[in-house]
Nanobody, 125 residues
């Protein structure tokens, strides 16, 4: 079991930046797949970025490429999502996820076993 707690969501103006944090606890040993997802009402969760805790290889969804950076601090069991040049379409609830099943795409929500409660990001234009 893995427990995830997100923080860092806020209301910002377009063009601004935010850094989201996700602290993981529980069974975090090994090369764990960690991801960030965005969801808006009425739509499916969209994969934003993902990273493997040991190999440190990042993966980005199309909307995140060039603007967002996923990183980690293994000493703190924390994964970050640095979001720059924010746009109104980045608005949504951001969820941290962990534990790849190995069956689906890395940016598919179906791939993940564990989820946090989410942190809200609102970008006003």
């Amino acid at each position: 079991q893995v427990q995830l707690v997100e923080s860092g969501g806020a209301s910002v103006q377009a063009g601004g930046s935010l850094r989201l944090s996700c602290v993981a606890s529980g069974d975090t040993a090994g090369d764990v797949l960690m991801g960030w997802f965005r969801q808006v009402p009425g739509k499916e969760r969209e994969g934003v970025a993902a990273i493997r805790t040991r190999s440190d290889s990042p993966y980005y969804g199309d909307s995140a490429k060039g603007r967002f950076t996923i990183s980690q601090d293994n000493r703190k069991n924390t994964v970050y999502l640095q979001m720059n040049r924010l746009k109104s379409e980045d608005t949504g609830m951001y969820y941290c996820a962990a534990g790849g099943k190995g069956y689906y795409s890395i940016l598919s929500p179906d791939e993940y076993r564990y989820w946090g409660q989410g942190t809200q990001v609102t970008v006003s234009s």
